[in-house]
């Protein structure tokens, strides 16, 4: 590509009443005329917020992204995004994830980019960023946050989330003292990062990466260690390069076949069940179908490889020393489209052909795994007719086969009032049912599937029960839990029809989830059946209420599927003055 052809001249260069504005505006940040001697101008996205822990060191990232950037001949010009903080922001991150990607494609579409390098962490941050990134579709990489160091109480490791809640649950069975688990709170999350087991921060990371939109390592390096600055900084010199050679952009990586990669990485690493949500919605924006059964498909011939919690045992930390990624991805090859194409320009294969595995008990390989099939599988049946999702490598064996009958709640507050009411006819057997906690429900899908086990069960020592719902869960937390139930019960699925003491058969193996009632009492209770009232009439959440697709189709709102490339031309003149 010429210097004339990229799209930042359209700004710059032009000697006209708009290319002086342009020009002359920008240098009240006192940047000197060199700037506009042609080099490419690359956006740096970034969210960072210090509402946002996660990503709150992400301005020192986007710094040294802008050493690569200059270094290579570049112009950075770093722009703040909106910043989905998973602690702090209520009710959910993911009512928000689609207005993220909003803002990220239409900051693209609106300034003068060459090309963009995204800074992401936290959970909803990655996806929203790729979304945006794709359906704009100037060339763009990605460099995620890193994950956290390793938690540490007393001679204890500390997961983020997981042991947060197994912790949790100890104390409300009063196993743990209230001055212990203020201790607790102070080790949990000790460095800057996102959560530092294999939740959704970290399983987006790595797919981000086996999808080629980062560089190879981007996933686990440690947002402290000092590695991570430098691939910011060869991102931001990559960034010049793919400026100058217009590409490869999103829609020339994003091919069926690197969502296959992607969903073959996620079930050996046992990835986060959210990652299919917004697998789905990525693969939306880049116009390749990914129905649900082709993760099942692809899950029942991916071993699980990965070690770590809350499936297994080690954090990322201990992941990024036994090799990160590529180093289960050079296990994975012979099940991968190898020449799948990376931003770095090079195919998959060539990315990982030199990686090496320093700890077996970390990425096992390929003929040792620790199981056969991929973390999680897709179930159907005429409990959830467009499917659901459980994480087996997360769920109890002894309840991976099960009938049991239902004690339904009808939402958040509902659960919450009588979960510990002791007149609530509920044991180990019992299946557990939260309706209306789905994409409209909620609304947002809020991660409130792993319900909570009544205390006085806990206090028996029952750790894990059967749990079925519309909604999400975190991708730190554990247990048998069934989530994305499509359609949902707001809409009419057929979770809203389910009664107490009904009978309900989960069977992973057979892949069903089927609720044992007469189809004509089905379809009685069907007739009786009346929506919910909007949760919104105006504002944002009503465009959300209005557009949001079920769990099943991503989530995405109908009218931001597809790509919506950035034209050349576009860049009018500042029609303020
Ligand atoms: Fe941000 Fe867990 S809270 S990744």
Redesign the pocket.
């Known amino acids: 590509m010429t210097t004339e052809e990229l799209r930042s001249r359209n700004w710059f260069g032009p000697k006209t009443l708009d290319g002086f504005m342009h020009r002359a505006y920008l240098r009240a940040e006192g940047f000197s005329d060199l700037v506009f001697d042609g080099r490419p101008v690359i956006g740096i996205a970034n969210s960072w917020s210090e509402l ?3 990503n709150a060191h992400l301005r020192q990232v986007a710094e040294a992204v802008k050493r690569g950037v200059w270094s290579a001949g570049g112009f950075p010009l770093e722009f703040p995004t909106i910043s989905l ?3 702090l922001m209520k009710p959910t991150t993911m009512l928000f994830r689609n207005l993220m990607a909003m803002d990220v494609e239409e900051c693209i579409r609106a300034y003068p980019l060459d090309a963009v390098v995204l800074l992401s ?3 909803k941050t990655t996806p929203a960023m790729l979304m945006g990134a794709i359906s704009a579709d100037v060339p763009a990489l990605m460099v995620t946050g890193g994950p956290m160091l390793r938690g540490n109480w007393r001679a204890e490791e500390l997961g ?2 997981t042991d947060a809640r197994r912790l949790w649950a100890e104390r409300r069975a009063g196993r743990l003292s209230e001055e212990d688990l203020c201790e607790v709170e102070a080790c949990l999350s000790r460095s800057t990062g ?2 530092m087991v294999m ?3 970290s399983t987006m990371a790595a797919l981000a990466e086996t999808l080629g939109m980062a560089l190879p390592e981007n996933a686990a390096i440690p947002a402290p260690d000092s590695r991570r600055l430098a691939l910011a900084e060869l991102a931001g010199r990559r960034a010049v390069e793919m400026a100058r050679a217009g590409g490869p952009r999103p829609s020339e990586i994003l091919t069926a076949e690197a969502f296959d990669n992607a969903i073959r990485a996620d079930m050996a690493i046992g990835g986060s069940t959210n990652a299919i949500v917004h697998l789905v919605a990525i693969a939306g924006r880049a116009g390749v179908p990914l129905p649900l059964r082709r993760f099942d498909e692809l899950s029942r011939t991916t071993p699980l490889l990965v070690n770590l919690k809350p499936s297994g045992k080690y954090l990322m930390e201990d992941f990024f020393y036994a090799g990160g990624l590529p180093a289960v991805l050079k296990e994975l090859l012979p099940l991968l489209h190898g020449d799948a194409r990376s931003v770095n320009g090079r195919t998959l294969a060539d990315n990982v052909r030199d990686a090496r595995c320093w700890n077996e008990d970390v990425i096992r390989p390929l003929g040792v795994p620790l199981a056969s099939e991929g973390g999680t599988v897709i179930l159907f049946g005429n409990l959830c007719p467009d499917g659901a999702v459980l994480k087996q490598s997360a769920a109890s064996p002894h309840l991976l086969t099960h009938r049991g009958r239902a004690v339904v709640f009808e939402n958040q507050a509902d659960i919450a009032r009588r979960i510990d009411d002791p007149s609530l006819p509920i044991d180990e057997t019992s299946v557990l049912v939260l309706k209306h906690v789905g994409p409209k429900g909620a609304p947002g899908m809020p991660e409130w599937g792993a319900a909570p086990i009544p205390t006085r069960l806990l206090q028996r020592g029952v750790k894990d029960m059967v749990r079925i719902s519309d909604a999400r869960m975190s991708g ?1 937390s554990y247990g048998t839990v069934i989530l994305h139930v499509a359609p949902e019960s707001a809409v009419g699925g057929p979770l809203a029809l389910v009664r107490d003491g009904d009978p309900i058969e989960l069977d992973v193996p057979g892949r069903r989830l089927t609720l044992r009632v007469e189809e004509a009492e089905l379809g009685r209770r069907r007739l009786a059946w009346t929506p919910p009232p909007p949760h919104f009439t105006s504002g944002y959440g009503r465009i959300f209420l209005d557009h949001v697709l079920q769990a099943n189709e991503g989530c995405d709102f109908d009218v931001l599927r597809g790509r919506r490339p950035v034209r050349r031309e576009e860049g009018g003149g500042p029609d303020r003055l």
């Open positions: 946002t822990n996660c903080g998973e602690i962490g936290c959970d983020s989330g996102h959560c939740g959704t921060a730190t």
